[in-house]
């Protein structure tokens, strides 16, 4: 495939090509995908990232994580780098703050093991 | 005007609880350890909280409104359109205000176009760039639909995706795909089935499902063997 094909069609843009049969597959959100989706919408209220940011974050990711990440994981990882981008949040915030998840739900899985 | 259907009783709408809750103070049950993703999404959320761009308060509505949103809310513009000729002229002149007079509130800044199916005609929706969907009036898309089978054929050979669907568009009828953006959103307005004369609005509103406002299916009425 020649190169010329990458630069005009950006990973978002499928309209158009060959594809295999449609399934018709569905689920309920997980309560984290619900979570994620609210707060996309919160963001859009707020001005903070709006829905074309947001289509343009993903498409940002590239063909291989779009391909690989599920349709909330491209989500939460595209306002990541959005909000690093527009100097909201850093690195290593997230990577301060996610240590400090991880910490608190092992400590709640420990206090309560079965649930 | 907020419309709050909290109708958890819904098929589709029985709760996971395996995974966390979807009350951001509510973490106490939990059996396993978050995802990354899901605690990326933790992370960022209480950060945002935390630097007081939004409230955790707003998070917990908007999952409300998101649980408040169903395909009955479109079946419901549907029906008075099959009713009400004054109603659907203004429906189909602009979509947001006709969802609006029945109470439907746009949570968005989204615009609404109503596009009518007729015996000439048949309207498809997609979105080929992500997921662009009328959430207010008929809730989240199904996964089908963000999927690229869907968004990458519909726009190119919708006869053959109607196919798929058990759909079959004559040939002398056109098929009018229209493709949706972050701000134009489409909803179909199905053809009514012919035999319904003496149905009621809420008996009407009660045949219309999710996949005929998108236009992957028409609108199925069996009368009852009397």
Known sequence: ?115 | MHVENHDHDEPGHDHHHDHGHSDPHEEISITELPGYYDMLETAVRELLVERKLFGADEIRRQIEVLDSRTPALGAKVVARAWVDGEFRKRLLEDGRKGCEELGISFYDDTQLIVLENTPEVHNLIVCTLCSCYPRPVLGLPPDWYKLKPYRARAVYEPRAVLEEFGTHIPDDVEIVVSDSTAMVRYLVLPMRPAGTEGLSEEELAALVTRDAMIGVIPVEYQERAA
């Not at chain 1, 020649?2 to 449609?22: C, H, Q, R």
């Not at chain 1, 597959?25 to 209220?45: I, N, Q, S, T």
């Open chain 1, 1 to 115: 495939m020649s190169s010329e094909g990458l630069v005009k069609k950006l990973p978002n843009d499928i309209g158009g090509d060959a594809s295999g049969k449609i399934e018709r597959v569905e689920h309920e959100l997980l309560p984290w995908e619900k979570r994620c989706h609210a707060l996309a919408d919160v963001l859009d209220f707020h001005k903070i990232i709006n829905t074309e940011e947001k289509r343009r974050g993903v498409e940002a990711l590239g063909s291989e994580m779009i391909g690989k990440l599920s349709y909330y994981e491209r989500w939460i990882v595209a306002f990541a780098n959005i909000l690093f981008q527009k100097g909201i949040l850093t690195p290593s915030d997230i990577a301060t703050k996610m240590a400090e998840v991880e910490a608190r739900a092992a400590r709640q899985l420990k206090s309560h093991p079965n649930g």
